[in-house]
C-alpha cells in the first residue's frame, strides 16, 4: 500500500540525485583546487612530494584480489560445478594476478634503469 503523495515520491526519489551531483561537485573541486596547487608550487620553483606510492598499492591490490578471487573460485567451483557463479571468483582472481604483475613488472623496470 502506498500512502505517499506524489509530490513526497518525487522528493524522495530526487534525494540520491542531488547528493550525487553534490558528491560529484565537491570531488571536481578538490582535484582542480589540488591541480592549481601544484601548478603553482611547480612555477615557484618546488616539487610537490608524492603521497602516493603506486607500486606498494599494485602490491597490496593484487594480493589481495588474487587470494580472495582464488577463495571464491574454489569456493564456487565445488559448490556448483563450472557455472557463469564462478566468474565471481574470476574476475578479482585476474585483476589481482594483473595487478601482481604490474608491480614486478614495474620493479624490474625500475632496477634495470
Not at 592549481?36 to 620553483?45: C, H, N
Not at 564456487?76 to 557463479?85: D, K
Amino acid at each position: 500500500m502506498n500512502t505517499a503523495s506524489p509530490t513526497a515520491q518525487i522528493l524522495i526519489a530526487l534525494i540520491p540525485i542531488v547528493g550525487i551531483l553534490a558528491g560529484g561537485v565537491v570531488v571536481f573541486f578538490y582535484l582542480y583546487w589540488n591541480y592549481k596547487k601544484s601548478e603553482l608550487l611547480i612555477r615557484q620553483g618546488y616539487v610537490p612530494e608524492r603521497l602516493f606510492d603506486l607500486d606498494t598499492f599494485s602490491l597490496l591490490a593484487g594480493l589481495l584480489n588474487l587470494s580472495i578471487g582464488l577463495v571464491l573460485s574454489i569456493y564456487f567451483l565445488l559448490r556448483g560445478g563450472l557455472e557463469p557463479s564462478v566468474l565471481g571468483g574470476l574476475i578479482p582472481f585476474a585483476i589481482g594476478v594483473s595487478l601482481t604483475l604490474f608491480y614486478f613488472i614495474r620493479t624490474h623496470a625500475r632496477s634495470r634503469q
